[in-house]
Every structure is written in C-alpha cells, then in structure tokens.
C-alpha cells in the first residue's frame, strides 16, 4: 500500500522559508518522478515542481521559479521542496504525489498517489 505523509507546514511571515518534506513507503521510490502541487479553496490543484526518478529533469511553475527548490533523497524515500521568499499568494495546502509512468509530467491527473496534504500560511 502505497502511503505519502507531508509534514513541515506552518505560518511563516512574507519572506521567510519553509521546508516540506513527503516521506513515501510501500513503493520503489527510487523508480517515479515526484511532484509537489498546492490547492486553495474554489480552486483547481496547481502545479508548484517536479523532478524525476533520476533527478535529471526537475520543473517549476512560472509563480515559484527561483524561490522553491524540489530535491530528494532516494535512500530515505524522501523529496523536498525547500521554499524561499514566501508570499502571502504561496498560501495553501501542499501535496506530495508519485507518477508511476514513465513521462514526466504537471498535470495533476497523471499522478496516482497522493499524500493528505500539509498547509502553509504565509502572512503579509
């Protein structure tokens, strides 16, 4: 069973930084592109970045390039997203998620697995 847990959300002030973390288990981590997407109330679940099995190719929505960083770490079955100079629009709950092709992909319909989600407030 495949299970993902985000944890290091919080309140942050504008400009400050968070690092959240998605711990997975009951797959081979190593094998799939992980993604980080974030959603508000009344919205569609956004893109924030990607990066694949091999962390060769890594992605990032136009709204967070240069701020957040996505990493991994295939021996703890872990990816990252590190995020700096946080706005109060980066408010909103932030998911982790497998895509178990072998595309590499921002759609949020191409991923299978989804973790509970963590928010993060960014205050002004």
């Known amino acids: 069973q495949v299970q993902l847990v985000e944890s290091g959300g919080g309140l942050v002030q504008a400009g400050g930084s968070l690092r959240l973390s998605c711990a997975a288990s009951g797959l081979t981590f190593s094998r799939y592109t992980m993604g980080w997407f974030r959603q508000t109330p009344g919205k569609e679940r956004e893109f924030v970045a990607l990066?694949?099995?091999?962390?060769?190719?890594?992605y990032y929505a136009d709204s967070v390039k240069g701020r957040f960083t996505i990493s991994r770490d295939n021996a703890k079955n872990t990816v990252y997203l590190q995020m700096n100079s946080l706005k109060p629009e980066d408010t909103a709950v932030y998911y982790c998620a497998v895509d178990s092709s072998v595309l590499t992909q921002s759609r949020a319909s191409a991923y299978d697995y989804w973790g509970q989600g963590t928010q993060v407030t960014v205050s002004s």
């Open positions: 990066m694949n099995w091999s962390r060769s190719s890594t």
